[in-house]
Nanobody, 123 residues
Framework: QVQLVESGGGLVQAGGSLRLSCAAS????????MGWFRQAPGKEREFVAA????????NYADSVKGRFTISRDNAKNTVYLQMNSLKPEDTAVYSC????????????????WGQGTQVTVSS
């Protein structure tokens, strides 16, 4: 089992930045691909970004490429999402997720999920 706890959400003006964190506990963090997802009110959950166990491979949704950066610190069992140039359409609950490294960063077989943190971008 892996437990995931997100933090860092909040209210920010359009054009601003936020950094989300996701702390993991349980099984060895370094054996998992980590991903970020988001869900806006009335919409389905959508993929945002993923990172391999080593950090050498990353995958981003087209909507966030060039603005968001995913990273991880295996020594701290934490994955981050740096969000720059935020737009009102980025408003959502952001959740992190963990997937076995047997899959790749382009897979979506996530097994473990956090509760999420709210990000609100005002215009």
């Amino acid at each position: 089992q892996v437990q995931l706890v997100e933090s860092g959400g909040g209210l920010v003006q359009a054009g601003g930045s936020l950094r989300l964190s996701c702390a993991a506990s349980g099984r060895p963090f370094s054996s998992y691909i980590m991903g970020w997802f988001r869900q806006a009110p009335g919409k389905e959950r959508e993929f945002v970004a993923a990172i391999s166990w080593s950090g050498g491979s990353r995958n981003y949704a087209d909507s966030v490429k060039g603005r968001f950066t995913i990273s991880r610190d295996n020594a701290k069992n934490t994955v981050y999402l740096q969000m720059n140039s935020l737009k009102p359409e980025d408003t959502a609950v952001y959740s992190c997720a963990a997937m076995s490294s047997l899959y790749g960063v382009f897979s979506f077989n996530y097994q473990y999920w956090g509760q999420g943190t709210q990000v609100t971008v005002s215009s």
